[in-house]
């Protein structure tokens, strides 16, 4: 097994993204024949009921994570959610998942979604690269 840091977490919904914070988090790499991977994200508690809704419909998403430095790229998976507990004023949420889409099969949703939002030009190029490196989405203009 093979542990990491995650230094940013983003869940796909519906085919939009949505940063979320993290108070800290950790990845692992089972290195099983079944490509499994754990992830584990320590969360505010403001985002409980959000997560719960996901575990309550025990169905696979998609996330982006990107691991030990913010400079990597974001890695997908496909994960449920295993657990959700509380720790103080914190959640710690587990998934469960596999790697999943390529990199290109990222570019494409990302792409297509800020097309979506009436990007064009110089500003969809900045926030095309902003939400690469998962930050804030750049002000629109």
């Known amino acids: 097994m093979k542990t990491f840091k995650i230094v940013a977490l983003q869940v796909i919904d519906d085919l939009h993204s949505k940063n979320i914070p993290l108070t800290d988090g950790l990845i692992i790499n089972k290195e099983s024949e079944d490509g499994s991977w754990i992830i584990e994200a320590y969360v505010e508690k403001r985002f409980e009921s959000y997560f719960t809704s996901f575990k309550e419909k025990d169905e696979p998403f998609e996330i982006r994570v990107i691991i030990t430095h913010a400079a990597n790229d974001p890695a997908p998976f496909t994960v449920k959610i295993h657990s959700i507990k509380h720790v103080k004023d914190h959640v710690s949420i587990l998934f ?3 790697l999943s889409k390529r990199r290109n099969e990222y570019l494409e949703l990302l792409l297509d ?26 002000e629109k203009k």
């Open 96 to 98: 469960i998942g596999k």
């Open 113 to 138: 979604d800020l097309i979506k939002e009436g990007l064009s030009g110089e500003q969809l190029l900045k926030e095309f690269k902003a939400r690469m490196r998962m930050k804030q989405p750049a």
